[in-house]
């Protein structure tokens, strides 16, 4: 542990009011304790600048490295990490060309899964549910991927078809009841993460329609308790243990052994088809 300052690393998230977070947390800590480090956990709901002084902090605590999730971040973050000549990783997203070494999966892979699903069964009436896009770019990604994919189908959606909620069930719930209390209803809901789905789900119920034979739902994460969902809620699976694990193994490997060099691992997604899904019929 020669050069080791304080055997901390900083992570930095968006929120801890995110079920998909909470795996990452565990899978990241279990990783770095495993070679000595322990970790310290700090929020900048999703602001930029936030991020920046939250970096900044944590830094004056003289941590060995730092965590950051996603890819987008301020110039004066990257500045001061490369000031500061700091182990540093993003998480939960991956590209080719990032500033930072990276551990994550392609999110715009995920919205263009869940589109194509929902095309291949034949549903062109499609709505979408995602979280603001401002300061997330897993969700941009996400939302840009599947409206791609859309657009290629030639699938035209309504402004009032692709509102924006907060991250919670409650949110997710009150969108889509506006939605679906329009005459003309969409025969699919894609949405930005399980939690919105879930929320749709619900909403649906309230409104006396079936999942899926009135109304197809995707989300995007298979978080916790989305397989246990009744019906089951189909996904985009994100291995969220896997990339707080590699991530933890990769930050604490280079801080041991003092290297900078860019390393970028791409994790496998897959689509979990389950039962909020169904092809249209016909006669629909």
């Given at each position: ?24 947390i ?12 322990t ?16 970096l900044?902090?944590l830094?004056?605590?003289r ?69 603001p ?14 409206l ?17 909620a ?20 969409p ?17 649906a ?22 397989k ?24 604490a490997?280079?801080?041991?052994n ?16 389950r ?10």
């Amino acid at each position: 542990m020669h050069g080791i300052r304080s055997a901390t690393i900083g992570l930095v998230l968006p929120t801890i009011d995110n079920a998909i977070f909470a795996e990452v947390i565990q899978a990241f800590s279990d990783s770095v304790d495993a070679h000595g480090f322990t970790i310290l956990v700090a929020t900048h709901n999703y602001s930029l600048e936030r991020e920046y002084a939250v970096l900044r902090k944590l830094l004056e605590h003289r941590v060995d490295g730092v965590a950051l999730i996603g890819l987008e971040h301020s110039d004066e973050t990257y500045g001061l990490i490369a000031h500061q000549n700091i182990a540093a990783i993003s998480i939960w997203n991956y590209d080719a060309q990032t500033r930072l070494s990276c551990v994550g999966a392609d999110n715009k892979e995920a919205g263009q899964l869940a589109a194509r699903h929902l095309l291949s069964l034949g549903h062109r009436d499609i709505a979408m549910l995602f979280p603001p896009l401002q300061g997330n770019d897993r969700a941009r990604a996400r939302y840009d991927g599947a409206l791609f994919e859309l657009q290629k189908g030639e699938v035209q959606i309504p402004g009032h078809w692709a509102p924006e909620a907060r991250y919670s069930i409650a949110d997710g719930k009150e969108a889509a009841e506006n939605i679906l209390k329009s005459d003309h209803r969409p025969t699919a809901l894609l949405c930005g993460n399980d939690i919105l789905a879930a929320g749709a789900v619900h909403a649906a119920r309230k409104l006396g329609l079936n999942v899926p034979r009135d109304l197809s739902v995707i989300g995007i994460g298979d978080f916790k308790g989305s397989k246990e969902m009744e019906p089951a809620l189909t996904t985009i699976s994100f291995p969220a243990r896997d990339i707080g694990r590699m991530a933890g193994d990769q930050i604490a490997s280079s801080i041991v052994n003092d290297t900078r060099e860019i390393t970028r691992i791409k994790c496998k997604i897959s689509l979990e088809v389950r039962g909020t899904c169904k092809r249209l019929s016909a006669a629909t």
